[in-house]
């Protein structure tokens, strides 16, 4: 009598590839008969191609894959953005434990110092999706490594009322940058300024990213701050840009705003371009006024 084997268990990567692909399918970047290859997400996602052929075969039992013998997998044309949204694999995947990371470090629930060994503790989690979920987290600037063993988390602003503080303090900086007499536009730059955000406003939902949309908002400002000639004012606007990343991060997760934040970078950009600086500060005055009311 032949012996029953048991199919493992999805590992974490496996997982986490499969939910991507499901959010991919509930954005529509994936659209209905699109052809998924093995080869083609391995590049996408930088992995080997063993566990996107099993991250497939797992999207497809929940019927948002069709599988044709001699072609692969098509995106169903019975899936639907909205059921699809319901659906999510089984076990934590990494974006889920970015999020958790980053809300339960804003929540103060995490010191400046972690091991690996003391996130292990606290999240029942594999060691290689922690780490890999850290690595995502030092490249968007959220968590340092340390030059011996372990991470630090950078300096943040970490209640509403230091936030609330933090816009009033921006206003007065620069708003008043962009009065300053010795403020002199670069054309080139200002230019470049615009066609980013034109390009962002150009993308799809699924295709934004909380890192590009943050290094972009960053630039921006920064890139005022050095039009006033003044450099404390640069050095100012700069300490406040990494001192909010953690809450920009998750502001774009929990109530994103890019659109309309880029509209009114726009705005601004617009004013500068018709040599009014006096409405391009009330326009900003009026864009980090709705940033600190809604944080």
Request: hydrophobic share 40%; net charge negative; glycine share 6%.
């Amino acid at each position: 009598m032949s012996k029953t084997i048991k199919p493992s268990r999805p590992s974490p990567l496996q997982l986490d590839l499969a939910n991507r692909l499901i959010q991919q399918i509930t954005t529509g970047e994936l659209p209905a008969g699109t052809h998924l290859t093995e080869e083609g997400l391995a590049s996408q996602f930088d992995v080997s191609r063993t566990p996107v052929k099993a991250a497939l075969r797992l999207v497809a039992e929940q019927e948002l894959l069709d599988y044709h013998v001699n072609s692969g997998y098509f995106v169903s044309s019975n899936a639907r953005p909205e059921s699809a949204a319901e659906m999510v694999v089984d076990g934590i995947s990494g974006d889920t434990l970015y999020l958790r990371l980053i809300d339960d470090r804003a929540r103060n629930l995490l010191p400046d110092t972690m091991t690996e060994t003391d996130f292990l503790e606290r999240y029942a989690v594999p060691r290689s999706l922690l780490r890999g979920t850290l690595v995502r987290m030092a490249a968007d600037g959220l968590i340092e490594k340390r030059r011996g063993q372990g991470w630090n988390f950078p300096p943040t602003i970490g209640s509403p009322e230091l936030m609330t503080e933090s816009y009033q303090f921006r206003i007065m900086v620069e708003c008043g940058g962009l009065l300053e007499s010795s403020f002199r536009i670069d054309p080139v730059q200002l230019q470049n300024s615009r066609l980013a955000h034109e390009k962002l406003l150009q993308q799809t939902p699924g295709d934004y990213s909380a890192a590009a949309f943050f290094a972009l908002n960053a630039a921006f400002h920064e890139m005022l701050a050095r039009f006033s000639g003044n450099r404390f004012v640069l050095q100012a606007v700069q300490q406040q840009n990494q001192l909010r990343r953690l809450g920009e991060h998750i502001a774009f997760h929990r109530d994103p705003r890019q659109i309309d934040s880029c509209k009114e970078h726009l705005q601004i950009i617009q004013a500068l371009e018709n040599d009014n600086r006096e409405w391009a500060s009330a326009l900003m005055r009026h864009h980090l006024g709705i940033a600190r009311d809604i944080k």
